[in-house]
Each structure stands twice: as C-alpha cells, then as structure tokens.
C-alpha cells in the first residue's frame, strides 16, 4: 500500500459526459501528479500540482483540468468525454520538495470506461 | 526531447532463470534521473530505483540488480533466478529538467511473464 489513495476505482459513462477522479496523497505530500494509461499512448504525464498550484504540465487536453485543494487532495476533471478517453488514470504523490525527481508513490488507479 | 525505450515488449521465462530488461534512453540534459516501476497484475506501480546521471554504479537489490551505463544511454535491469511473482510489466523511466520540468517519460513497458 503506498498511502496514495484514489477514489472510484471504477467509472462507466458515456460519451459527451463529465467526470471527476479524485486524488488524496500520502500524509506529508505537497505534490501530485497525474497519469493517464492507455493501451496506445501507454503512460503519459498528465499534470503536477504543489502545494495548491499547478507546476507543470505534459499532454494534457484542454477538456481536462485539475486542481489541488487546501487539504492536498486533488481531482482530475475530465469533460466532453469521448471513446480514446478510456483509460487507467493514476495519480501520484511525492515530497516536501516538489521536485519530480524524487521517489513517486503511485496510487492504485481510476479505469475509466467511456461507452 | 526526452525518449525512453524499451525494446522487449514481451519476455517469457521458466521459474529459476535470469532476465534482463533493456532500456534505452536519449536526452540532451546532463542531470537526469532514471526508474524502474514494477505494474503487477493489480495495476498499481510500484517503484523500484532510481539512479541519478552522477552515479554510474550498478547496484544489487537481492535478486534485482541495475547496469547504468552513460556511454550507452542504458540503464538495464536483471531479475535473478526469477519467480512466479516477478511476473508484471516493468517500466523504465526517465526525469530531466529544464523545459521537461516536472515531466516523467515512461518507456512502453516490457511484460515478463515468469512461468512455474
């Protein structure tokens, strides 16, 4: 168990819809990254926030946003969903530091299901 | 552009053998930091090393050891008398700064499957 924690840990839905995957870090964590797995882009980098605010961003879609609250958690919203979006969508925590480099505890995912 | 690759996209063992998993890597960056993530069956990732590009020692982790070679760009991982739980997709990744700030590449993963 690496303490990250991802709730659902499934979700149906249907094209055009909007869904939101949430996040809670290991306990001390300031940052969190988002992942997306698909069998045709494999792993991806999605997006890292620190602390509240956003510090770098990968290939992430404009119908994709994020956002890190006060508490730390975080959530991934993803809208206008269409079929390619289907995926295993990991977030991940690490340090203090904010620094991607180090040591990544990865939760145990969302697979995400767009009919 | 950061580039990770992994040239097996399947390896299939018996129990007790010895496997090594290739990864290749290209950045331009001089500091750069390379993993190692295990996905087992369950999904989750777990992580294994990491290497940063000042050290170029291998190490040994009981049965898991690491070849990091900066004149190659390789940083390959040997599974020694494998198991039946070693069985997962491995993944190599690489970190480097500067505009790949916050950026981890993954390689596609290389799927071993550790027969009884």
């Known amino acids: 168990d690496s303490g990250v924690t991802q709730t659902p840990k499934h979700l149906i839905t249907a094209t055009g819809q909007r869904v939101t995957l949430r996040c809670s870090p290991r306990s001390g964590d300031l940052s969190v990254y988002w992942y997306q797995q698909s069998l045709d882009q494999g792993l991806q980098f999605l997006i890292q926030?620190?602390?509240?605010?956003?510090?770098a961003k990968g290939n992430i879609l404009e119908r994709f946003s994020a956002q890190q609250f006060p508490d730390l958690h975080s959530e991934l919203n993803l809208s206008s969903l269409e079929l390619g979006d289907s995926a295993l969508y990991f977030c991940?925590?690490?340090?203090?530091?904010?620094?991607?480099?180090?040591?990544?505890?990865f939760g145990p995912g969302t697979r995400l299901t767009v009919l | 552009a950061q580039k990770v690759t992994q040239a097996q996209t399947e390896i299939s063992v018996v129990e007790k053998e010895d496997v090594t998993l290739d990864c290749v890597y290209e950045t331009r960056d001089t500091t750069y930091y390379l993993f190692w993530y295990k996905q087992p069956p369950s999904g989750e990732l777990v992580f294994l090393i990491r290497r940063n590009s000042f050290d170029e020692q291998n190490e040994i982790s009981g049965r898991y050891s690491w070849n990091f070679q900066k004149s190659t760009s390789s940083f390959n991982f040997t599974i020694t008398a494998s198991q039946v739980v070693d069985s997962a997709v491995y993944f190599c990744?690489?970190?480097?700064?500067?505009?790949?700030?916050?950026?981890?590449?993954f390689g596609q993963g290389t799927i071993l499957t550790v027969h009884p």
């Open positions: 926030y620190y602390n509240g605010e956003e510090r």
């Open positions: 991940a925590s690490s340090g203090v530091s904010g620094v991607p480099y180090n040591e990544q505890f």
């Open positions: 990744a690489l970190y480097a700064g500067g505009t790949s700030y916050g950026k981890l590449t």
